[in-house]
């Protein structure tokens, strides 16, 4: 049974920072991707940033420059540093981590951790 824990939401003023961390266990697979996507009310779920586990990233553009993410393979955990926060980043941001292709792709979530930009 895999399991995703984030961690290190909360609440910042505009103009500050936050650090995500998602540590998974469990039987995982070595070659995986592990992301972020994020879901603010009312709308879908967003592909935010991804990372394999041979360090390939990739961003949504509205967060690129801005929002870096990072892995400790040893650690099986995955972080997300936010700078420059914007109130549109607001959202429940959630941990993903995804292996195998096809019938044997395995897809898991995180529970979720809010993130509040607000003055």
């Known amino acids: 049974q895999v399991q995703l824990v984030e961690s290190g939401g909360g609440l910042v003023q505009p103009g500050g920072s936050l650090r995500l961390s998602c540590a998974a266990s469990?039987?995982?697979?070595?070659?995986?991707?592990m992301g972020w996507y994020r879901q603010s009310p009312g709308a879908q779920r967003e592909f935010v940033a991804g990372?394999?586990?041979?360090?390939?990233?990739n961003y949504r553009d509205s967060v690129k420059g801005r929002f870096t993410i990072s892995r400790d393979n040893a650690k099986n955990t995955v972080y997300l540093q936010m700078n420059s926060l914007k109130p549109e980043d607001t959202a429940v941001y959630y941990c993903n981590l995804v292996w195998g292709v096809n019938t044997n792709r395995r897809t898991y979530w995180g529970q979720g951790t809010q993130v509040t930009v607000s003055s």
């Open positions: 990372i394999t586990s041979e360090g390939t990233t």
């Open positions: 469990g039987s995982i697979f070595s070659r995986n991707t």
